[in-house]
Every structure is written in C-alpha cells, then in structure tokens.
C-alpha cells in the first residue's frame, strides 16, 4: 500500500479458482471468506480494508478479468492495481484475456522471499511491457518476508505445527473449524490455543481490551489468591460473543437453558455475558468460570472471589479512561469489596444519565458492597 500510495486495500477470496481444482475436503467458500474477512480485521484499518465477495458470489470460474470489470463499473473514478505473488505474475501472459487485465489495472508483483528480486521479475516485466505497451506494471521486494508456500503451510497445519504464519485470530478459526487437518479438542485447549480461538469470534480492535483484562485479572489473582490460570481463561473468552447479533445471542441462550429477564432479552451489553458464560461452559468446557463471566456486566449481591475479580478487571484494565479510574484502580488492590461498590456505584450513575434502566442485579451490588455491607 505504500510504495503504491493506495487509498484502499480490497481483498477478493477466489470463488472457484480457473487454475487449479479444489480438494475435496478444502474449506467452502464461505468458511475461506470468513478467514479473509479475518486476516483483513487483523490490520485495524477501517474504512481502508475491506472484503469484496464479488468472486464467492459468482457463478462458474473466478477469472479476474470479470472481477476487474466489476471493480471498475463499482469504483469508475479509481486507479484500479492487481496485487499479485511472483509465481502469477511469471504465468500472466497465460490467463484469461491478459489484455484485458492489463488494461483494467495496473499490476504490482511481489516476492514472496526477499531472494525474490530483478534477476526474477526483470525479464517478465520487460516482456509484458512489449507484449501490453499501455500496461501500467510494478515489481517491489518487500523487506523481512517469510518464506512459507500455502501448499507447505497446509502440512504443517495438518501436524500441528504452522501457527507462527499466520495471525492469532485466523488460526483459531482453523481450530474452531477444524480446517486443513487441524484437530482440536475445544473443551481441552491450551491457554495459547484458548487465546487464539477467543481472538478468531470478535473484532481486532477488541484485542487490548481481552489482552488488558487477562493481565489485570492475573495480578488480582495473585493479590487476593485466586487461581490464576482460572482468572485468565475467564477474562479470555468474556467477550467471546460481544459481536454476535441479537437473534444469536438468544438463540445461545435458549439452546442452553440460560434464564433471561425482560431487560436482559432487550439489551446487548447484557446478552453478551449470558451468551458468553453458556459458550465457555458448553463449548469451551470451562464450568468453573461460568459464573463469573454471566455477571462480568451487571455484578451482583454476594459475589465469589472469581467473579468479584472479573468485574473489577474489566472496569479498570489499561485501556480504561475515565475520571475514576485510578481510585477504582487503588481500591481494587487494597479493598476488593470497595472496588465492586464503587464500580456498581459509577454504573448506577451512567444509566441514570443516559436515562437508561438499572439492571437489578448492579442494584443489588451496590446494596450489598457500597453501603458498608461487605464481607
């Protein structure tokens, strides 16, 4: 995107790729249009990446000089450029309708390795330049480039080794699907593999959040003696529905038996720790956390250790900005029950402002932990 100056990155899974035929057991065109969406997420560029499901959509082969077609009746005003490895750009002349191509957009080769230079592009480039005298084409070496082909990356994924190729999220899609060989026991993962599976189910922007709570959930389990590995998988998969639409998150909660009142069926904030605690438990085998991830929203009176911590770490974790938050932050390591109350006090206050309804459950926390009654 630099060294061409793009104003935006459009990804385009391949529908039904002309070149080669996919193996029977190849992920659909869905599930390879989720993972794009994904990687796409993981560079936190909105508004300049975006995910196109022209080709998905698409009937019969996925030839780019179609999608490129498309591409400019879409964006008529644009400088389209067609980004593409060194193999494809050794074999253009030998697609469908080159000239068409070349005349829709410009192109841009890159290496896959830095070894990947003018002694490979040179020639290829000099020769399209005089078979398309009007094509725009640009060859670049982009530096610090790994060396993985998707052939050997498909093996090593099916020995459970790879996962250093690709970004955290996407693999745990592979796990969750059980892609490309992998095999994952869901309700056995390790905390690396629990991380990158919770990562795969929410937004990219979401991340420092989850990875602030875990951090500041695992310090107050050493303060106050909770098991920490528990406190971290708990502050892991919190959130692990907080992008689920509201037919979901109910559908979630009637498949398992999660008891929901009015305000709860009406509310997302609150949907998303019910939901959330029913996946951890069911899916994910995490019972013991179960109730601290169903009250990590609203609190409530009489809370256990676990959730106490929960609460409290997702009020005050690093990315948390707000007038109060270095008192909550003082009182959360000196007086754990303080800390509930005074968080149940701001939330009480912020949906009085917003002219929101109080959920009972925060009610009851503050009646238990702000007016003195703590244990």
Request: aromatic share 8%; net charge negative.
């Amino acid at each position: 995107m630099a060294a061409l100056e793009l104003d935006k990155l459009v990804w385009i899974p391949a529908g039904c790729p002309p070149h080669k035929e996919l193996a029977a057991n190849s992920p659909t065109a869905e599930q390879r249009l989720e993972m794009t969406e994904i990687a796409a997420d993981q560079l936190l560029l909105p508004g300049i990446t975006q995910v196109w499901d022209v080709e998905i959509r698409r009937e019969g082969k996925s030839y780019t000089a179609d999608t490129l077609r498309q591409a400019a009746q879409r964006w008529p005003e644009a400088e389209l450029w067609l980004l593409m490895g060194t193999d494809m750009f050794l074999t253009l002349h030998r697609w469908h309708k080159p000239e068409q191509i070349l005349a829709l957009a410009g192109v841009c080769a890159f290496g896959r390795t830095e070894a990947d230079g003018e002694e490979v592009f040179a020639p290829q480039r000099e020769f399209l330049r005089k078979a398309y005298p009007e094509a725009k084409i640009a060859t670049i070496t982009i530096p610090g480039l790994v060396d993985i082909s998707s052939t050997r990356l498909r093996e090593l994924l099916a020995q459970g080794k790879g996962r250093e190729f690709l970004p955290e999220a996407v693999y745990g899609y592979l796990l969750r699907e059980t892609l490309y060989g992998t095999h994952a026991d869901l309700k056995h993962l390790s905390m690396e593999d629990l991380r990158c599976v919770s990562y795969s189910m929410v937004k990219a922007k979401r991340l420092a959040h989850i990875r602030g709570i875990e951090e500041e959930a695992a310090k107050l389990a050493r303060r106050w003696g909770a098991d920490e590995r528990r406190m971290r998988r708990a502050a892991i998969l919190h959130d692990c529905t907080k992008y689920l639409s509201r037919e979901e998150h109910l559908a979630i909660c009637d498949r398992y038996g999660v008891e929901l009142d009015p305000l709860e069926r009406a509310t997302d904030k609150l949907l998303h720790a019910k939901s959330g605690a029913a996946l951890a438990k069911h899916i994910f085998g995490e019972d013991d956390i179960y109730d601290a991830i169903l009250y990590h929203t609203t609190a409530r009176a009489e809370m256990s250790l676990e959730e106490k911590l929960l609460y409290i770490a997702d009020y005050m974790e690093p990315c948390r900005d707000f007038p109060e938050v270095g008192e909550l932050r003082r009182l959360a390591y000196a007086d754990l029950d303080g800390a509930v109350g005074m968080g149940a006090s701001l939330s009480m206050q912020e949906m009085v402002q917003r002219g929101k309804e109080l959920h009972h459950d925060t009610l009851g926390a503050y009646e238990f932990y702000g007016k003195g009654n703590k244990t």
